[in-house]
């Protein structure tokens, strides 16, 4: 009750909620175990592929609105094994494709700490959510930042796991070649790591298999680690600028990580920042055509160019243009950045960086102008998708959108753990995540290395100004 009153109140500013479940509330609880670790606990739902029995799932896509899986998703099925209570599901950029969460179809979500702000994306909605304090802990997936992107913009702690740790059937297997998992977001490192328990394992048909931890999450997450051999790089994997906080971010945290006994030292970007954005983009280009191709069949008809928005038809275009030797290509350099990140946990046990190159943009920062948008359906219209891959008039465009999110993919790529840690405000007040990467199957030390710095810099009473003010006036 207390949720859904939050929820009530703060709602309406954030639009982070597009689908409340309110008034479902008994049927759904009547479906969610009572002997789960978390029985009770409210939760929201990301509205994009965590399908629940005869809900919406939209993915923020007009072309999918209304419709209604006939199954969960094995992870929501998980969730209500451990006993949380979804409350709704939460909004999303179209098809998850952006990292500001700003669909045509539900709007733009805001974000609690600066409403002219973007939470991230595409878990924003989640994200601004728990931000608020509406719930402890939301669902996410991240197939290129999405769950660190959001942790970081809203000071939360987001971890992503390392492949083959969640489940992703039935209805999936290896999403986006591997890049996407799925967890949560939450305020504590506890609750993220404990939900990591009760619901990470392969099920049945998995595409592979991963070495099962050693110890609970949640236990390591109250053990500090022995000293780790920590290597930070401020340098931008597209050659361009960081922004200062960004800068500052790193390496106050860097002497954080000293006094807390940790070896740290400054070291060169490990992998090829330009190889990864155009592995990532290539598969970009094929997965958004494969998804609207995949709509079609799900809804029982053929998606339109008006159904879903003119930047994802016109990615999907790029996708149906390129050949398939070139994608195998492209899915054979992932391995360069695998083994040069194998390389340098030789001799360093994480890599740490920001989040992302710049504090959170502001609504619509990133989106097109009017000009652009109007050049963009023209082309659509007339179908002039091999002119622009010819020109590589997409692929420039994506690339600067990456530029402002470029430090999350390559984990992506590799498949490792990542998360972003919530340790520095900048002068404006808007959180700024830091990027903590460990090898493949090593989750541990990120939870342990997590929890000590909770102790040490804790966040939970960082409450943004408007959810002081939001609660003041309820009370």
Not at 418 to 442: K, N, R, Y
Request: proline share 8%; with cysteine; glycine share 10%.
């Amino acid at each position: 009750q207390e949720a859904i009153q939050r929820a009530t109140s703060f709602n309406p500013g954030l639009n982070a909620i597009i689908l409340p479940l309110y008034e479902h509330l008994e049927e759904i609880r009547e479906n969610v175990s009572e002997s789960g670790p978390f029985f009770g606990v409210p939760f929201l739902l990301k509205d994009l592929q965590h399908s629940l029995n005869g809900v919406s799932l939209s993915s923020g896509c007009r072309a999918m609105y209304g419709f209604k899986p006939p199954r969960d998703h094995e992870l929501v099925r998980r969730w209500k094994n451990a006993g949380l209570i979804t409350l709704g599901k939460t909004n999303t950029p179209e098809l998850g494709l952006m990292g500001v969460t700003e669909p045509e179809l539900f709007g733009p979500t805001r974000n609690p700490w600066n409403l002219e702000h973007t939470p991230g994306g595409s878990s924003g909605g989640s994200a601004a959510a728990v931000s608020a304090r509406i719930v402890p802990v939301a669902s996410a997936g991240d197939g290129g930042g999405s769950i660190r992107i959001p942790a970081s913009c809203c000071g939360l702690f987001g971890l992503k796991p390392s492949r083959g740790r969640m489940p992703t059937g039935p209805d999936f297997g290896g999403v986006w070649e591997g890049a996407v998992t799925d967890h949560v977001l939450s305020v504590s490192v506890r609750d993220s790591a404990a939900l990591l328990d009760a619901t990470q394992g392969p099920d049945p048909g998995a595409p592979c298999l991963i070495t099962q931890p050693e110890k609970p999450f949640l236990q390591k997450s109250r053990e500090d680690p022995e000293m780790l051999n920590i290597g930070f790089s401020l340098e931008h994997p597209l050659g361009e600028d960081v922004h200062p906080e960004c800068k500052q971010a790193v390496t106050q945290t860097a002497f954080w990580l000293e006094e807390l006994g940790h070896r740290v030292n400054e070291v060169p970007l490990p992998y090829d920042g330009e190889l990864v954005a155009q592995c990532y983009t290539y598969m970009y280009f094929a997965q958004t055509a494969a998804m609207i191709e995949i709509m079609g069949k799900w809804r029982g008809s053929r998606v339109g160019r008006k159904e879903v928005e003119a930047s994802t038809w016109s990615l999907g275009s790029q996708g149906k243009i390129k050949n398939a030797k070139d994608y195998c290509l492209s899915l054979m350099h992932w391995n360069d950045t695998s083994r040069a990140m194998g390389k340098f946990h030789q001799e360093y046990d994480l890599l740490l960086t920001p989040v992302i190159a710049d504090p959170p943009p502001l609504i619509g920062e990133l989106q097109l102008n009017g000009l652009e948008q109007f050049g963009q359906n023209m082309i659509n219209a007339l179908r002039m998708g091999r002119l622009l891959s010819l020109f590589q008039v997409v692929e420039k465009k994506v690339l600067q959108g990456l530029s402002r999110m470029p430090f999350t993919q390559a984990a992506n790529i590799t498949g490792q753990p990542a998360m972003s840690v919530p340790l520095h405000w900048t002068e404006q007040g808007l959180p700024c995540g830091l990027q903590f990467i460990a090898p493949l199957g090593d989750e541990a030390t990120l939870f342990s290395l997590a929890g000590q710095l909770e102790r040490s810099k804790p966040w939970f009473d960082q409450i943004s100004s408007y959810v002081k003010s939001s609660l003041d006036n309820a009370v």
